[in-house]
């Protein structure tokens, strides 16, 4: 694979989207699983759907539509979430069944042949256009940026959101960033990992991270460095078997996080064994 990555363009832009992923899902991930929320994050993915297939209805790039669709929708469950009309996990839920549907309804209303839509569904790193690289540099700067600049906000944010409100913090500022910030990530996946697949590449880097450190500067480098890992090696496991990359490089990472995480688990137990001996005799 190493000859075809100088020969063939198409591998030298899976490799750069792989990166960029990475550094996304890295950062935003620790946040996501450290607030507890997978599921927005799932429902904000979905819902992503509907922005594709609009894309493709009305003749513009569906990325952007994406992008618009994500957006709307993070905003919309941060302000039903705050104004506590209805349950989250609720609108959560209706979001990301509405988003499938409508991506099903454009698609089908089209004039034509429909379009291949299980990229978009199911990821291809291998079909990552220039276009795609473009905005995920984009995302990612903004994402990079964004955390940069705030990162002691955001690090009282998630200790004590009424601790960083007391001290006069705009919570709700921060959580709406954060809502918009995660919508971008899973633009920035979708044609790594596919809308499916995205919730794995979020949680996987940053839930093994969590079992080795409990700093969060350093669960966002580590996170970073093992979605590299992952996405790369999920890249080059496709490349030779000749396989679906988003599917490789998810199992690859929940494999790697359920191992590791019985490791942690016995070496837990086994701590605590050892405690709990010394402290009878």
Not at 162 to 180: C, D, Q, R, S
């Amino acid at each position: 694979m190493i000859q075809a990555l100088f020969k063939y363009h198409f591998l030298q832009n899976a490799l750069l989207a792989a990166v960029l992923s990475s550094i996304v899902c890295g950062i935003i991930g620790v946040i996501i699983v450290e607030k507890k929320l997978v599921m927005m994050s799932g429902g904000i993915a979905h819902t992503s759907y509907g922005g594709v297939g609009l894309g493709y209805l009305l003749g513009f790039e569906p990325i952007i539509g994406a992008f618009l669709f994500s957006v709307l929708a993070a905003l919309g469950i941060g302000y039903i979430k705050r104004r506590g009309a209805a349950r989250s996990d609720v609108i959560i839920g209706l979001l990301w069944s509405l988003g499938m549907a409508l991506g099903i309804l454009f698609i089908a209303i089209m004039p034509g042949y429909p379009p291949d839509m299980s990229s978009y569904l199911f990821g291809n790193i291998l079909s990552v256009t220039k276009t795609d690289i473009k905005l995920m540099i984009c995302m990612t700067l903004l994402v990079v940026i964004a955390i940069t600049l705030l990162y002691n906000n955001w690090k009282a944010y998630l200790f004590d959101e009424e601790f960083a409100n007391i001290l006069g913090m705009k919570t709700a500022f921060l959580e709406y960033l954060l809502l918009v910030l995660i919508a971008m990530s899973v633009v920035a996946l979708i044609r790594v990992v596919g809308i499916i697949l995205v919730l794995a590449l979020l949680t996987a880097p940053a839930a093994v991270s969590a079992l080795l450190t409990s700093s969060l500067k350093r669960r966002m480098i580590y996170s970073v460095l093992l979605g590299c890992v992952f996405c790369i090696a999920g890249l080059w496991i496709s490349y030779e078997l000749n396989i679906a990359s988003g599917a490789a490089i998810v199992i690859l990472s929940v494999l790697c996080y359920l191992t590791v995480y019985s490791v942690h688990s016995i070496l837990s137990k086994s701590k605590r064994k050892r405690i709990t001996a010394g402290a009878s005799r």
